[in-house]
């Protein structure tokens, strides 16, 4: 159907809903709609999130501190979006920002707060001291693709995958204008990983950590089922990192933590150890 040509307002009021998966948590104000404190489970590291590409980030992290040895043991609560717990009392204390995922750290003195997934990312690298590189120009360089992707994948998850899959009603010019700049976004990572094994350069980082549930998950089909849409065969060097990438053991464990969707081995609303993870996927098929 043709969009009706829309003329806005002087001063533009609340009073619809803006459509789509998400319209009934979707507010013009901040703070806390109900009250609720957040559950505290036994480990030092408390995370408060769900398994979209953004909490799962954290928890692939933590999946592959603990396959190094790490003592980074975690409790994953689910912080349920489509429900609104972003806007209980408890995580808006934690994040005033109501947006997942939302940790701390109880390994302290004085306990750690953090938001953002970057910001989780970077203090989880430098406590543990790995999968972010210790020379000035490596660590740069890897800053420097973790600030893209921060940078970068609203426009994949809130621009195209919003008008692409979420809203029942496509329209042309918004999902034109978005496949645009994802497959830019394709075609800037396609070059970079056309001579580096990994973004940072030939080290495995947080980089890749925070970019592969976004764009990673994108190519190889397993979020907006946009793969032929945007032709990703085109970007073979990002096909093939991606492809790597989720052969790791850790990312494969990860990536099914707080989530609530897709096939039954790939949802673990909870983790409390590992062997809830491991339980889950026992069901996996083999290959």
């Known amino acids: 159907m043709v969009a009706e040509k829309y003329t806005p307002p002087k001063v533009w009021t609340f009073d619809k809903e803006n459509g789509g998966a998400w319209a009934g948590t979707n507010q013009p104000v901040s703070g806390a709609t109900h009250e609720k404190i957040l559950a505290v489970g036994n480990h030092p590291i408390q995370l408060y999130s769900m398994g979209t590409p953004n909490g799962q980030k954290i928890t692939i992290l933590l999946e592959e501190l603990l396959a190094l040895g790490k003592d980074a043991e975690y409790d994953a609560h689910l912080v349920s979006i489509r429900e609104g717990t972003q806007f209980s009392s408890g995580?808006?204390?934690?994040?005033?920002?109501?947006?997942?995922?939302?940790?701390?750290?109880?390994?302290?003195?004085?306990?750690?707060?953090?938001?953002?997934?970057?910001?989780?990312?970077?203090?989880?690298?430098?406590?543990?001291?790995?999968?972010?590189?210790?020379?000035?120009?490596?660590?740069?360089?890897?800053?420097?693709?973790?600030?893209?992707?921060?940078?970068?994948?609203?426009?994949?998850?809130?621009?195209?995958?919003?008008?692409?899959?979420?809203?029942?009603?496509?329209?042309?010019?918004?999902?034109?204008?978005?496949?645009?700049?994802?497959?830019?976004?394709?075609?800037?990572?396609?070059?970079?990983?056309?001579?580096?094994?990994?973004?940072?350069?030939?080290?495995?980082?947080?980089?890749?950590?925070?970019?592969?549930?976004?764009?990673?998950?994108?190519?190889?089909?397993?979020?907006?089922?946009?793969?032929?849409?945007?032709?990703?065969?085109?970007?073979?060097?990002?096909?093939?990192w991606a492809t790597e990438i989720s052969q790791r053991e850790a990312v494969q464990r990860g990536r099914i933590v707080n989530r609530t969707f897709g096939e039954e081995w790939e949802q673990l609303a909870e983790r409390h150890s590992a062997a809830d993870i491991d339980e889950v996927l026992k069901n996996k098929p083999k290959d």
């Open 91 to 240: 995580f808006v204390e934690l994040n005033p920002n109501s947006k997942i995922p939302a940790m701390v750290d109880y390994s302290t003195d004085t306990p750690v707060e953090v938001f953002e997934s970057g910001s989780i990312l970077l203090y989880l690298a430098d406590k543990y001291q790995a999968f972010l590189p210790t020379s000035i120009n490596q660590r740069t360089t890897a800053l420097n693709w973790l600030f893209w992707l921060q940078g970068s994948a609203p426009y994949l998850g809130g621009g195209f995958g919003h008008f692409y899959y979420y809203i029942d009603e496509k329209y042309e010019y918004p999902i034109d204008r978005f496949t645009m700049e994802v497959k830019r976004q394709l075609d800037v990572l396609d070059k970079r990983l056309a001579n580096n094994r990994y973004l940072a350069g030939d080290e495995y980082s947080i980089a890749d950590i925070a970019t592969w549930p976004w764009y990673g998950n994108l190519v190889l089909n397993n979020s907006y089922e946009a793969a032929e849409f945007l032709a990703v065969h085109e970007y073979k060097n990002v096909v093939r």
